[in-house]
């Protein structure tokens, strides 16, 4: 699974269907990426993988105190809602 999110978002606590959570952080582009495509300043992105069969319900944004930034749930397979600017 995969996303990008804003600056503000420190991590990403993805829960499943099992009652299962996995905490990612989301990471700031590289600088040779950042000079050359001027649209990533502002985005952080994550990158992560689970077991086969297992399926991610939603996913909490968290600042870098912990706070709840926003919940994003999943409609069919992506990810709706504010995705944390």
Known sequence: MGGVVGLRVHNVVLSFTGGRTLVVGPKTPRD???RRFVWLHGLRYFLCF???GEHVETA?????KGKIISTVHNQEG???GFMGA
């Open 78 to 80: 992506e990810f709706v």
């Open 50 to 52: 689970f077991p086969a």
């Open 32 to 34: 040779s990426l950042l």
């Open 60 to 64: 909490k944004l968290l600042d870098a």
